[in-house]
Every structure is written in structure tokens, then in C-alpha cells.
């Protein structure tokens, strides 16, 4: 069964920055696109970067211009570079496969708060 890893989350103050990552256990993580989502309690999981088996990417209109997804083949792990974070990025944060999602992991838990 495929598991899916989150780490890196925090605590962080207005203004800074987190990278997230997420390492997938499957052999065939090359050819699937991938996605990061959160989740607010109370709230439906909101999609909000993605990234295909070639690199490219798409952006929630909240985290444009402030978040970077990447990927590592070779690690098969898929990564969030957070920037400029803000209070309403305050969330639990997954990675799931794009198109088929998998069961989802734990995740890690990002706040932003002063």
C-alpha cells in the first residue's frame, strides 16, 4: 500500500518561511502528478498546489506568487516552499496523488501566528 510522509511543518511568525516535504512510497512516482492540500478544521480539504510528471505547476489563487511546489524524482518526494506566510495559512498540510488520490497520511501541521 502506498504511504504518503508529510513533514516539516511548524510554528513561524507573519512574514516567514517553511518547506515542506513529502516522500511517497511507490516506485512509479515519476509518472503521477502530484498535490499539496490543507485543511482547516471544520472546513473541506482545499487543493493548493500541484505539479505534473513534467514539472508543471498550477497555484491556488491564495498561495500564487508566496508557495513553490517542486519535486525530487529520485527521492520520490514532492516538496512546498512556503514564503510571506499569513495567519489563513494556518492548516494541516497533505500531499495526495493528483488524480487518484491514495489513503491520506497524517500530515504536519503548519501555524502562523505572532
Known amino acids: 500500500q502506498v504511504q504518503l510522509v508529510e513533514s516539516g511543518g511548524g510554528l513561524v511568525q507573519p512574514g516567514e518561511s517553511l518547506r515542506l516535504s513529502c516522500v511517497v512510497s511507490?516506485?512509479?512516482?515519476?509518472?503521477?502528478?502530484m498535490g499539496w492540500y490543507r485543511q482547516v478544521p471544520g472546513k473541506p480539504r482545499e487543493l493548493v498546489a500541484t505539479?505534473?510528471?513534467?514539472?508543471?505547476?498550477n497555484y491556488a489563487d491564495s498561495v500564487q506568487g508566496r508557495f513553490i511546489i517542486s519535486r525530487n524524482n529520485a527521492k520520490n518526494t514532492v516538496y512546498l516552499q512556503m514564503n510571506a506566510l499569513n495567519p489563513e495559512d494556518t492548516a494541516v498540510y497533505y500531499c495526495?496523488?493528483?488524480?487518484?488520490?491514495?489513503?491520506w497520511g497524517q500530515g504536519t501541521q503548519v501555524t502562523v501566528s505572532s
Open positions: 495526495n496523488f493528483k488524480n487518484s488520490p491514495r489513503p
Open positions: 505539479i505534473t510528471s513534467h514539472g508543471i505547476t
Open positions: 511507490t516506485t512509479t512516482f515519476a509518472i503521477y502528478a
